[in-house]
């Protein structure tokens, strides 16, 4: 599965790999000579997912929240305040390790570009340290320094605070600027203040937006260019409207729906409304501690009507769209020549198997930048 702008199915097909780039495609029989060759037996390549959604810089466990939540509780946002303390409190050494081995557990299910974000330090100097140790183990780094107010602030004083010093502690190592823009965290007001001083700072920018009611957040987005708009379980005609007008992608997050026992985002209805849609996992201690996204490509299909295709693409390709990664020099997302040898081997003649064996370990081989890094070629 080619996820490309001819979103081609190939059968009988090879890929040439040169360095860390997609050199050539097309038929077995024609495929230039190669150094090396791996025979996949039948099984079905697709390109590396491309997770544009996670919070992987973290320590703590949250297993309370998580069945207190399970016997019926609600989701509220304040529960990040567990796993700052716990964050704050480990070293870098342990900060590094954890993500270090959550990266590899997101590789061994097919996983090959991964955004992270800070968000659990919320003070100046833990923050720097979140976005210094992140940016040394993901592909993109996004500043949330906006996730939640801490005990004790005033919100407007901490909102000047993300907006300045903050910012510029984190600057060297960021890409993205992101904010939750929800009840219980920033106000529009608030998460327009900090969208704007990140975009004067030359991030691109990203919203939590509609994840607990209807809100500002997906309007906020679109109106200030934002790539991504991240949750959008509750979308407004307004909100589909502006989205299908814009060019922000809606980002749904299966396993954090799940888990809260939320709404599913209603990932249909944005597709049929020509959206274009991401899937991510948003693997964080709280609402969703998975990075398996498999997981999340068959419950977007078993549960939120996509079919096998379009989870397929909106898990790559719509990933890399919603992370200004999907074209030029290098691209992820799909399987291109001149793009990245990012690419998902799987233990399966096809990807309807992700739906149709939900849950099973399907992946035969993982490459990143042209080199296997997980899942050695098993036989069947």
Request: aromatic share 4%; proline share 4%; charged share 20%.
């Amino acid at each position: 599965m080619t996820v490309d702008d001819e979103d081609r199915v190939l059968r009988d097909a090879a890929v040439v790999i040169d360095g860390d780039r997609i050199a050539w495609i097309g038929s077995a029989s024609d495929a230039p000579a190669a150094d090396e060759r791996v025979d996949a037996d039948g099984r079905a390549l697709l390109p590396g997912w491309v997770d544009s959604h996670t919070h992987l810089v973290f320590d703590g466990d949250r297993t309370a929240e998580f069945e207190a939540r399970m016997a019926g509780q609600s989701y509220a946002a304040g529960g990040i305040a567990v796993t700052r303390d716990a964050t704050r409190e480990a070293s870098d050494d342990r900060l590094a390790g954890l993500l270090a081995a959550r990266v590899r557990a997101a590789r061994a299910q097919g996983t090959t570009w991964i955004e992270t974000k800070t968000g659990y330090g919320l003070d100046i100097a833990s923050e720097e340290r979140s976005a210094r140790i992140a940016a040394a183990g993901v592909d993109d780094v996004t500043f949330l320094g906006a996730h939640l107010v801490p005990a004790g602030r005033d919100a407007d004083d901490y909102v000047r605070e993300v907006c300045g010093p903050m910012l510029d502690a984190v600057r060297p190592y960021v890409s993205w600027a992101d904010v939750f823009c929800e009840r219980g965290a920033f106000t529009p007001e608030q998460s327009r203040e900090v969208l704007t001083a990140a975009r004067a700072a030359g991030l691109g920018l990203r919203v939590h937006g509609n994840q607990l009611g209807h809100g500002d957040g997906i309007l906020l987005a679109v109106e200030l260019g934002a790539a991504s708009v991240d949750h959008c379980n509750f979308v407004s005609d307004a909100d589909l409207d502006a989205l299908a007008g814009g060019s922000t992608v809606a980002t749904v997050l299966p396993a954090c729906d799940l888990s809260t026992r939320a709404p599913l985002a209603p990932a249909r209805r944005l597709l049929d409304a020509g959206v274009e849609v991401a899937i991510a996992s948003n693997g964080n201690p709280g609402t969703s501690y998975t990075t398996s996204m498999p997981f999340c490509v068959a419950t977007a299909v078993l549960q939120m009507g996509l079919s096998v295709a379009e989870a397929v693409r909106a898990a790559t390709r719509g990933g890399a769209i919603a992370l200004g990664r999907a074209s030029g020099d290098g691209a992820v997302g799909s399987i291109a020549v001149g793009n990245r040898a990012d690419l998902h081997l799987l233990d399966a003649p096809s990807a309807t198997h992700l739906a149709y064996r939900p849950g099973m370990p399907l992946t035969a081989g993982v490459w990143k930048d042209g080199r296997r890094v997980a899942a050695p070629l098993v036989a069947r």
